[in-house]
Structure formats: structure tokens, C-alpha cells
Nanobody, 125 residues
Framework: VQLQASGGGLVQPGGSLRLSCVVSGFTLDRPAVGWFRQAPGKEREAVSCLSTWNDITHYPDFAKGRFTISRDKTKNTVYLQMNDLRPEDTAVYYC???????????????????RGQGTLVTVSS
């Protein structure tokens, strides 16, 4: 199982970024996949999760209305569209999965078993 995230960078407050995650070793039609982040000195937190078999998503409150998770099965890619970015969104973002979970809520709640290297998102003026 491999997950490779990209698309991070420096963006001004209020700006947008789209992160991409190419996966291999499994297909995007059964397990839950998600995005997590970790800022310096802080605990990891879930950003968004998607059940790939029924398209049910889960977002924590801070992400609702600003972040959108999606996937393209033909490209084995998971996306995270982030809008209205804030300085507190600064963190390393990584995509992840747990092949034993098909529930987006369970993945976000329990965390992943497999994750890729992250991509740094910096929100600053």
C-alpha cells in the first residue's frame, strides 16, 4: 500500500489549494480514505474522510464548508480541495487509509493504518 501526496505550498489567507494523493496497492472502490494533518507541536487531526464504496464523507467542524474530499478511481487519486484557508490550517497534510475500514466516520475517528509522506501547507501573508 502506497500513498503519495502532493500539491502543498505557500498560500495567502483566504486562498485555495488542491492536494492530490496517488494511491497504489489497493483500489478506490472499497476502503475509506482520508486526509489528516499535523502542525508542529500539535496532535494529528482528521481533515476529511471518504467511504469509497458509497461516497459518504465525514468532516470535522473546522473543515465543513471549506474543504472537499473527492476521488477519481480511473486515476487512483484522492483529492482535497481547500478554500478560504486560514493561518491555523498550516500543517503537514497526508493522505491515509485503513483497508479494514470502509466507513469514513470510523477512519476519521480511529485514524489510519497506512499513510503516505505528507505535503506541507503554509498559510501566511
Amino acid at each position: 500500500v502506497q500513498l503519495q501526496a502532493s500539491g502543498g505550498g505557500l498560500v495567502q489567507p483566504g486562498g485555495s489549494l488542491r492536494l492530490s494523493c496517488v494511491v497504489s496497492g489497493f483500489t478506490l472502490d472499497r476502503p475509506a480514505v482520508g486526509w489528516f494533518r499535523q502542525a508542529p507541536g500539535k496532535e494529528r487531526e482528521a481533515v476529511s474522510c471518504l467511504s469509497t464504496w458509497n461516497d459518504i464523507t465525514h468532516y470535522p467542524d473546522f473543515a465543513k464548508g471549506r474543504f472537499t474530499i473527492s476521488r477519481d478511481k480511473t486515476k487512483n487519486t484522492v483529492y482535497l480541495q481547500m478554500n478560504d484557508l486560514r493561518p491555523e490550517d498550516t500543517a503537514v497534510y497526508y493522505c491515509a487509509t485503513d483497508l479494514g475500514h470502509s466507513s469514513s466516520y470510523a477512519l476519521c475517528l480511529n485514524g489510519p493504518s497506512d499513510r503516505g509522506q505528507g505535503t506541507l501547507v503554509t498559510v501566511s501573508s
